[in-house]
């Protein structure tokens, strides 16, 4: 398997534009995560999905924020418009839960997207 | 909110020796996790210990969780220089969320 990805590695973007993240989970995994990190804040839970459903969105900055995952091989997060202090590295996560928070075994991350808002 | 906390905040220590880093946390779980760092990548799983364990093993590395005080260890022995990196802990609780740490950043100098 190769692994969680994410595309793109970087992206550098003008303030007030879209920026769409992608993220392709491991295959038979059936929990993705998006998670968010900073220097100021670390890492931080922005949305969940268990079985392409989400279940939790609290971490969502704001209304500017969105998450999809259509099917269970595929999710985006979409920020509109995008601001400088959307900048940060954001990861996605994938996992296998076996019954109601049990898991199989830890999360597996990709890569990163580093995002650049000027 | 982050709902563990690691100590030290920075360690550097001499290639061979060990280091142990501390992790607490708040409220109960289900499982605590540790993961790796390395500069400008991703983050990597070593190893996931349940509430009901209390101590587990994986080539140098060893885990401890006591859950009355709510708190983890993670022993790296006989460092490398390799091993220089930022080590999580993560906790989740039920609901399936897994809340970082601020992490310990590990220098193990050659």
């Known amino acids: 398997d190769a692994g969680v990805i994410q595309s793109p590695r970087h992206e550098v973007t003008e303030m007030g534009q879209e920026v769409t993240l992608r993220c392709k989970p491991i295959s038979g995994h059936n929990s993705l995560f998006w998670y968010r990190q900073t220097m100021m804040r670390g890492l931080e839970l922005l949305i969940y999905f268990n079985n392409n459903v989400p279940i939790d969105d609290s971490g969502m ?7 999809k995952m259509p099917n269970a091989s595929f999710s985006t997060l979409k920020i509109q418009p995008s601001e400088p202090r959307d900048s940060a590295v954001y990861f996605c996560a994938s996992s296998l839960a076996v019954g109601t928070g049990i898991r199989s075994g830890g999360y597996t991350f990709g890569s990163g997207t580093r995002l650049t808002v000027v | 909110s982050q709902q563990g906390e690691e100590d030290p905040q920075a360690l550097s220590i001499q290639e061979g ?4 880093m501390n992790c607490s946390y708040k409220t109960s779980i289900n499982n605590l996790q540790w993961y790796r760092q390395n500069s400008g990548r991703g983050l990597v799983h070593l190893i996931l210990i349940r509430s009901n364990e209390r101590e587990k093993h994986s080539g140098r590395l060893r885990v401890t969780l006591d859950t009355s005080k709510k708190s983890s260890s993670l022993l790296i022995t006989a460092s490398r220089a390799a091993d220089t990196a930022s080590y999580f ?5 039920s609901g399936s969320r897994l809340t970082f740490g601020e992490g310990t950043q590990l220098t193990v100098n050659p």
Do not use: G, K, L
């Not at chain 1, 900055?61 to 998450?67: I, L």
């Not at chain 2, 802990?89 to 609780?93: K, N, Y």
């Open chain 1, 61 to 67: 900055p704001e209304d500017r924020f969105s998450a």
């Open chain 2, 89 to 93: 802990c993560a906790t989740e609780a």
């Open chain 2, 17 to 20: 020796e060990n280091a142990t």
